[in-house]
C-alpha cells in the first residue's frame, strides 16, 4: 500500500515537473526566445499514455491530455445537469481567435464549419453554371466532389503538378489540397496562386493535412478550409472556413443559420435581418463540444509554434522515408509529414499491424504520419518490423 502510495506520488511529481517544463518551453516559445520546445517534456504532460508507435495523424491526431481534460469537465457538467453554454460559447470564440493567429488572418475572416465537404459546397454553390474549376488528380473527395455534384460546373482533372499551368482564362477556380491525403505531396502553392493572379482565377484551399505542421497564411487565397482533427489534434466537427475579404461577395448565406446573425440569440426567428460583419456570416452553427476540444488543442500547437512542429515533424519523416528507401519501399520524395511506401510486401501492412503500428493504407500505399506525440523511437519501431 505503502509502496503504491511512493509510486504514485513519485509519478506525480514526475508528471507536475514535466506539465512545468512544458509550461515553461511554452512561455518561452511564445515569448519568442531563441530556447527551442523540448518535445520530450510535452510529450510527457501532453501524451503520458499513448504507447509507441501511432504514426497516423494524417488520419487523425491524437488528443492531448488538456484537451481530454476539457472535454471530460464539459461532459462532466453535462452529466451533472449543468450545460454551460458560456463555456462552449467562450471555447468557440477561443477556437476561431487561435486558428486565426496560427493561419494569420484576422479574427473575422474565420468562419466556423463541420466539415470540409460543406464548406466547399458553399463555394461550389455560388459559382456559375459553365464555370472552370480546375483540381488535382486523386485529390481528397470532399474537396472534389462538391463541384462535381453539383452539376453544369465544367470539372478539369490534372496532375498536382501541373496545376499551375493548367489555369487559365476562363478558369474561375483552382481547388487544391496544401498537402495530399494520399500520397503526402506539398502542393507549390505560390506557382498556383501566381497562375491564378495572372489569370484572374480564385484559389481555395484544402488544409486539412497541412495547418499544424505547415506554416500556411490563409489570407493568401480566397478560400481556406481546415478540419482540426488531424494535425490541430482537435475532435471530429471543429473545421474552420477562412474567406479572403475581396472574395466575401461571391459566396451566398445559402447555408446561414441563426449563429450567422450579427447577435445569433436575436436572430433565432424568421429571415435573419443583420447577417455578422465579415467570413461569421458563413458560420455553420458550431458543434459546441468539438470546439471545447479545439480551443485546448489549439492553444498547444500556438505554444509549441508551427514552425518548432514543422522541424521536429519533418525531422521524423525524413528519418522514416530514409529507412524506407533502403528497405527497398520506394517513399515518396518529401519534404512532407506525410510519408508514403509504394512498393512493399503483401505482409507488411501485418507486419506492423502485429507491432503496435498505427498507419493507413491510401490509395494503395503504406502511409506514415509522425506528429508532435512521436518521437525517433516510434519511427525505428516501425521500420523494424518492416525490415
Ligand atoms: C485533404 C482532406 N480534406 C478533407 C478531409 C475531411 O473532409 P470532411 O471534413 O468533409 O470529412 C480529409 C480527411 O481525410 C482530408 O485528408
Known amino acids: 500500500m505503502e509502496a503504491r502510495t511512493e509510486t504514485q506520488t513519485a509519478t506525480e511529481t514526475a508528471a507536475a515537473a514535466a506539465a512545468a517544463a512544458a509550461a515553461g518551453t511554452a512561455a518561452a516559445a511564445t515569448a519568442g526566445t531563441a530556447q527551442a520546445p523540448s518535445f520530450a517534456a510535452v510529450?510527457?504532460?501532453?501524451?503520458?499514455?499513448?504507447?509507441?508507435?501511432?504514426?497516423?495523424?494524417?488520419?487523425?491526431?491524437?488528443?492531448p491530455a488538456r484537451t481530454v481534460a476539457a472535454l471530460r469537465q464539459a461532459l462532466d457538467a453535462m452529466a451533472a445537469g449543468r450545460p454551460d453554454v458560456d463555456t462552449y460559447e467562450e471555447a468557440v470564440a477561443a477556437s476561431r481567435a487561435s486558428y486565426a493567429r496560427i493561419t494569420g488572418v484576422p479574427v473575422e475572416r474565420v468562419a466556423l464549419a463541420s466539415t470540409v465537404a460543406e464548406s466547399v459546397g458553399l463555394i461550389a454553390a455560388a459559382l456559375p453554371r459553365g464555370a472552370e474549376v480546375v483540381v488535382p488528380e486523386g485529390d481528397f473527395s470532399s474537396l472534389v466532389h462538391p463541384f462535381a455534384g453539383r452539376g453544369g460546373l465544367d470539372l478539369r482533372i490534372v496532375p498536382l503538378d501541373r496545376v499551375a499551368e493548367a489555369v487559365r482564362g476562363r478558369t474561375a477556380l483552382v481547388a487544391v489540397s496544401a498537402a495530399q491525403s494520399a500520397d503526402g505531396r506539398v502542393a507549390?502553392?505560390?506557382?498556383?496562386?501566381?497562375?491564378?493572379a495572372a489569370h484572374g482565377a480564385r484559389v481555395l484551399v484544402d488544409a486539412t493535412q497541412a495547418v499544424g505542421w505547415l506554416p500556411l497564411r490563409a489570407g493568401d487565397y480566397d478560400y481556406v478550409v481546415c478540419h482540426a482533427y488531424k494535425w490541430l489534434l482537435s475532435p471530429?466537427?471543429?473545421?474552420?472556413?477562412?474567406?479572403r475579404e475581396e472574395a466575401e461577395g461571391t459566396l451566398a448565406t445559402g447555408f446561414a443559420g441563426w449563429y450567422a446573425g450579427e447577435d445569433p440569440w436575436r436572430s433565432c426567428y424568421g429571415p435573419i435581418e443583420r447577417l455578422a460583419p465579415g467570413a461569421r456570416r458563413f458560420d455553420a452553427r458550431p458543434a459546441y463540444l468539438p470546439f471545447v476540444g479545439a480551443a485546448a488543442s489549439l492553444s498547444l500547437i500556438e505554444e509549441l509554434?508551427?514552425?518548432a512542429v514543422r522541424a521536429h515533424d519533418l525531422a521524423l519523416a525524413d528519418r522514416l522515408r530514409t529507412g524506407l528507401a533502403s528497405l527497398g519501399y520506394a517513399p515518396v520524395p518529401g519534404p512532407s509529414a506525410i510519408v508514403c511506401a509504394t512498393a512493399y510486401p503483401s505482409s507488411a501492412p501485418d507486419r506492423l499491424t502485429r507491432a503496435g503500428i498505427g498507419f493507413s493504407l491510401r490509395a494503395g500505399s503504406l502511409r506514415f504520419s509522425p506528429h508532435l506525440h512521436n518521437s525517433p523511437a516510434d519511427v525505428d519501431r516501425a521500420l523494424n518490423a518492416l525490415a
Do not use: K
Not at 510529450?43 to 488528443?63: K, M, R, S
Not at 471530429?236 to 474567406?243: E, K, S
Open 43 to 63: 510529450q510527457a504532460a501532453e501524451y503520458p499514455d499513448v504507447p509507441a508507435g501511432y504514426l497516423n495523424t494524417a488520419a487523425l491526431g491524437l488528443a
Open 305 to 307: 509554434t508551427v514552425e
Open 236 to 243: 471530429h466537427g471543429a473545421c474552420f472556413l477562412t474567406v
Open 188 to 196: 507549390d502553392l505560390a506557382a498556383i496562386r501566381e497562375a491564378a
